[in-house]
């Protein structure tokens, strides 16, 4: 058993934007000596979240950020704006829905994923970020 | 320290069915050898999710639906469904919404969960499905 | 390798609130002998749930609640409630949504996260509750 610890460094446009992060959670995997046990998926921050859906650009552009515009619209009142004179509270409210982390099994050295489906990240803040992302893989 | 690797197969009606599939993981536990640990619970596929709830009718099979509905409407636009011509872009829009993992602490070889709490997967696909689980147990 | 099994007692006011729980999580990695790995942290329980936020007054008193209830009303009607004759219906429903399970990774023995980013956990029930919280600690 043991533990290999990885970053991912992934530069987002904000604003609701969903990236595939699969390949780079894959590498993490294939590059070590680890063929059964766990990778943890955890992205650092309070305006991001970390969950697995189909990628395909009407789904990640449009569906997700529609149904999150009813949760926490970008133009509603949040308490936490006039604490900090900023424009990101509907950012907070919505990863804290999805949220920051994910645990993925490994098994036969691989990834277990369907078909249609990808790892991703959602950057939900109203400016471009550098996020940084943890895998955490974990077995033997 | 090891892991011990399980997959349970289910068969779901879709439609945001919620099943109970709590006996099926800690059978996982009670027939290993780990004592102290977790077990992460994974569900393959973008329209379905694993979580806890109270597994109880009214709840399990109106009160969740209801407030999905509100979220991803069965009926609403999507424009996943207007790529793939297929009518499951709420299904997609669910799954991110509850995710689909879950890890449970095990402790004195057995899996720690609430009283009123089991472990669910949730299918909100518009068809019956053939759902496979993965529980992957790591510990001592 | 090892796991180092925590529990952890809040009392909490119920009704939506959301406690920082980051201290204690960090008290059981601090008091352990494991540099790199996981600490998955697991709230027991179907009406309460454990995520990570920025932990401020406005997000955590209002935004987040403020959301939760145009999914889940306090006053909708739950078929739950009518099974129970109690009135919780909205927090089983709520607590789907943010779910009972976090993993955060652990490096060069520090539990890593944003600078605004604590470890929260939300009580939905109708009554002051005390709630118990499990950290597994899984490293080397």
Redesign the interface.
Known sequence: ???E?HAIEVETAGHSQVLDVTEQVVQCVDGGAIS???A?V?V???TAAI????F????A????AA?LE???PVSGR???????HDDN?HA??R?????????????DRRL???T???IVLLDFDTRPRSRRI?V?V???
């Open positions: 058993m043991s533990v610890s059964c046990g766990i943890t955890f650092l921050g309070s969950t697995t859906t189909e395909e650009p009407g789904l552009n449009h569906d997700l149904a009813k949760v926490a949040y308490l936490h704006e006039e604490t900090w509270g907070h409210v990863a804290v829905f999805i949220g920051p982390s994910l645990t993925v099994p490994i098994v277990q994923l369907g249609w489906q990808q943890l955490q974990i077995g033997e």
